[in-house]
Every structure is written in structure tokens, then in C-alpha cells.
């Protein structure tokens, strides 16, 4: 199995809604990411999973916050988030140490109204 | 610390060659590249870790001149299916530890 799967494909929330993203690899990489792509922009990093340990934390929003359950799973929840937070999310994997390429998943489609 | 990535866009008949271009003006330690079509994820072409390594992928092929700090990336004979965007990408050290930031990406179009 070389996929990542992420679910939902789609989702539509309010300002003031709780949800959460779910990605899922089992290639048996030990490092997982989430990414945020805005239209016609490059994917841009927001947080790191080594070991299920966070590892790094970009200065993103406290209403994103990241859950690694185990070494297979991936959770990005989602509380109070801005129109402007629309975008693309991508989760991603990798060996451990990066030199070996990041497998995408196919993302979450967001749209905060 | 973003790569800067030329051309901005390319259009192709099928068969024709191009390349894109990755540089920065901090070091590189290694280059990765993806390709990316509409509505799809990213999906991983090579990586480079040495200067002066050289790599292939079918008709993909790609260079590292880590002291100019440069990566290039070489798509020979192209088809259809080369057509969508290209990112390279590349780690560096901040205050919150190993990040990695993609280039602004090459638009790709490959017409019959």
C-alpha cells in the first residue's frame, strides 16, 4: 500500500463549527505532515510528526491544532477558523529524515463561510 | 528563504523539450521536485542530495550544482501527461527546527 488517504475529500464549515481532517498512510513512514495550499500557490508547511512526537510548529493559528494517535494516523482539527483559512489541505509522509521524498495525499477541499 | 523557480510558465507541443530552473541564494542542501496536476496532489519526481548529482526518471531527468546553488530540472520528448506544475523544494533550519519550503512552481502546458 503506497497511498495516503485523507478524508474527507470535501468540507464546508462555519466560522463558529468544530471539525476535523483525517489522514491515514501505512507504508510504515515515520514522519507525517499537514500542508496548506492556497489557489495557483506552492503547498506551504504548517506542522511536523517524527515519531508521533510534534517536532516543529510554524507560527500557525491555535484555532489548527494537529493529533498523531499513532504512526499511522493524522488528525488536523479545526475550531473558529477564518474565510480566509479556505485552502487545500494536504497530508503527507515520509521516511524519517526527508531525504527520501514526501507520498501526498489527494487533500481536504475547505471552505469556511 | 522560498526558491525562485524560471520560468514562470512554459507551453510545449508534444515532443519538444524544456527546463526549469530552481535557485536560491542560501545554501542548498538537497533539492527535491514534484509534479503537480490540477486538482491533484503533489506526486514526488526525484531528489538530489549531492552537487553534481545527476538523476533520471523515465524522460525526467534533473542536476544539482550545489555551489552555484542551483537545481534544474530537464523534461525530454514531452507528452501530454507532463503537463501541470512543478515545485522544487528544499529543507532548511529555523528557530523551530527542519522546515521545508517549495519553490513558486513552473506551469507546465503540453499541447498535441
Known amino acids: 500500500d503506497t497511498e495516503v488517504t485523507q478524508t474527507p475529500k470535501h468540507l464546508v464549515m462555519g466560522m463558529t463549527n468544530k471539525k476535523s481532517l483525517k489522514c491515514e498512510q501505512h507504508?510504515?513512514?515515520?514522519?507525517m505532515y499537514w500542508y496548506k495550499q492556497k489557489a495557483k500557490k506552492p503547498p506551504e508547511l504548517m506542522f511536523v510528526?517524527?515519531?508521533?512526537?510534534?517536532?516543529i510548529n510554524e507560527s500557525v493559528p491555535s484555532r489548527f491544532s494537529p493529533e498523531c494517535p499513532n504512526s499511522s494516523l493524522l488528525n488536523l482539527h479545526l475550531h473558529a477558523l477564518q474565510p480566509e483559512d479556505s485552502a487545500l489541505y494536504l497530508c503527507?509522509?515520509?521516511?524519517?529524515?526527508?531525504?527520501?521524498?514526501?507520498?501526498f495525499g489527494s487533500g481536504t477541499r475547505l471552505t469556511v463561510v | 528563504q522560498q526558491p525562485v523557480q524560471s520560468p514562470q510558465a512554459v507551453i510545449l507541443r508534444e515532443g519538444e523539450d524544456a527546463v526549469i530552473n530552481c535557485s536560491s541564494s542560501?545554501?542548498?542542501?538537497?533539492v527535491h521536485w514534484y509534479r503537480q496536476k490540477h486538482g491533484e496532489a503533489p506526486v514526488f519526481l526525484m531528489i538530489?542530495?549531492?552537487?553534481?548529482e545527476q538523476k533520471g526518471h523515465e524522460k525526467i531527468s534533473a542536476s544539482f550544482n550545489e555551489k552555484k546553488q542551483q537545481s534544474s530540472l530537464y523534461l525530454t520528448a514531452s507528452q501530454l501527461s507532463y503537463s501541470g506544475t512543478y515545485f522544487c523544494?528544499?529543507?532548511?533550519?529555523?528557530?523551530?527546527?527542519?522546515?521545508?519550503?517549495f519553490g513558486p512552481g513552473t506551469r507546465l502546458s503540453v499541447l498535441p
Open positions: 503527507a509522509s515520509s521516511r524519517q529524515g526527508g531525504g527520501y521524498g514526501y507520498t
Open positions: 507504508m510504515g513512514h515515520r514522519a
Open positions: 510528526y517524527s515519531y508521533e512526537k510534534l517536532s
Open positions: 542560501k545554501a542548498l542542501y538537497s
Open positions: 538530489l542530495l549531492k552537487g553534481g
Open positions: 523544494g528544499t529543507p532548511f533550519l529555523n528557530n523551530y527546527g527542519q522546515n521545508f519550503v
